[in-house]
Nanobody, 121 residues
Framework: QVQLVESGGGDVQAGGSLRLSCAAS????????MGWFRQAPGKDREFVAA????????VYSDSVKGRFTISRDNTKNTVALQMNSLKPEDTAVYYC??????????????WGQGTQVTVSS
């Protein structure tokens, strides 16, 4: 069992930056790949980024590639999402998830509660 708690969301103007963090409980953090997903109002939840167990492999959605960076610290049981050059269309609730290294939600077994990111123009 893994419990995930996100933090770092907030309000920011377009072009600004935010850093999301996700803290995981349990001793088996490095047994899981980690992913970030987001859900905008009225839309389905979508993939944002994922990182494999070692942190050596990452994958991003086309909409955030080059602007967002996912990283993990297996000594601290945390995963982060650095978001730069934010756009109003990045506004969403962002979720951290633990599971298999994949871009599909079904690969992830454990989910956090989410943190709101609002980007104003």
């Amino acid at each position: 069992q893994v419990q995930l708690v996100e933090s770092g969301g907030g309000d920011v103007q377009a072009g600004g930056s935010l850093r999301l963090s996700c803290a995981a409980s349990g001793r088996t953090f490095n047994n899981y790949a980690m992913g970030w997903f987001r859900q905008a109002p009225g839309k389905d939840r979508e993939f944002v980024a994922a990182i494999n167990r070692s942190g050596r492999a990452t994958v991003y959605s086309d909409s955030v590639k080059g602007r967002f960076t996912i990283s993990r610290d297996n000594t601290k049981n945390t995963v982060a999402l650095q978001m730069n050059s934010l756009k109003p269309e990045d506004t969403a609730v962002y979720y951290c998830a633990a599971g298999f290294y994949d871009t599909h939600q079904s690969a992830y077994n454990f989910w956090g509660q989410g943190t709101q990111v609002t980007v104003s123009s």
